[in-house]
């Protein structure tokens, strides 16, 4: 590594130290390398995801005032019931079905595996509701947007191969009814709502590994783009609420 680089670096490193703070410098300016760290792919990559998504971005110490409001905590309420749900789906896939139906605490976590469905989408409606009248489309936003209706879309669908898993008489009337649906789209071959196998895969597998990456990504544009302002957002409103140590 050149002189000249090390040098500039102990010498941002002593101002800091001369103001009595302490922080990892990051040189993100490619003249600054030496030239055997230049244009590499680990430093293009790591400077492109530092530009599209900044750490105070990912991870801010600070919000806008109006995130005070409850519309704002309705896709933080649907987060909570997201991993509660995950968390309780994955005992009850390690265990078993014998567990969650002979044993009080397997039939504890198979009901908060329920109710845990039901608040994920009691939360998602309100969310949505809340985020279409307040414009959540607004700006470059539209991509978060799409991306919040393909997590819906994904996670009912694999709500509904959770039901059809279940097996008992309402899984046979919910499956019976929606084979029917699913065949005159000519995807009966694909999705067989009468195969039990393949709908325990569809549920526990494939589509919350599907709805998990929309969400993920959904969750990075959120970052990315900023909280949606109210329509009638004065410029206090903008200034971000005090950081608490």
């Not at 526990?204 to 709805?211: E, N």
Request: charged content about 15%; glycine content about 6%; proline content about 5%.
């Amino acid at each position: 590594m050149s002189k000249n680089f090390t040098q500039a670096i102990e010498d941002d490193i002593r101002k800091l130290h001369d103001c009595g703070e302490e922080a990892v410098v990051i040189v993100d300016d490619p003249a600054k390398y030496p030239p055997e760290l230049r244009n590499t792919l680990d430093g293009r990559t790591r400077r492109w995801f530092l530009k599209s998504w900044p750490p105070q971005r990912l991870a801010p110490d600070a919000e806008p005032i109006y995130v005070k409001n409850w519309f704002y905590t309705l896709g933080v309420a649907t987060l909570a019931a997201l991993i509660l749900l995950f968390v309780t789906g994955i005992l009850l896939a390690i265990f078993g079905p014998n567990w969650w139906t002979s044993t009080k605490i397997g039939a504890f976590v198979d009901g908060l595996h329920y109710w845990s469905v039901e608040l994920f989408f009691l939360f998602m409606a309100l969310h949505f509701i809340s985020t279409f009248l307040m414009g959540a489309f607004r700006g470059k936003r539209w991509a978060t947007w799409m991306l919040g209706v393909l997590a819906f879309l994904a996670s009912v669908v694999t709500a509904f191969t959770g039901y059809a898993s279940l097996r008992d008489f309402e899984a046979q009337w919910v499956t019976t009814q929606g084979k029917d649906a699913i065949n005159s789209t000519g995807m009966g071959s694909l999705f067989n709502l009468l195969n039990p196998g393949q709908m325990i895969t569809m549920h526990v597998i494939l589509f919350p590994a599907l709805a998990l990456a929309v969400v993920g990504v959904h969750l990075l544009w959120v970052r990315k783009h900023g909280i949606t302002p109210p329509y009638d957002a004065r410029e206090e409103h903008l200034a971000p609420l005090e950081a608490t140590s």
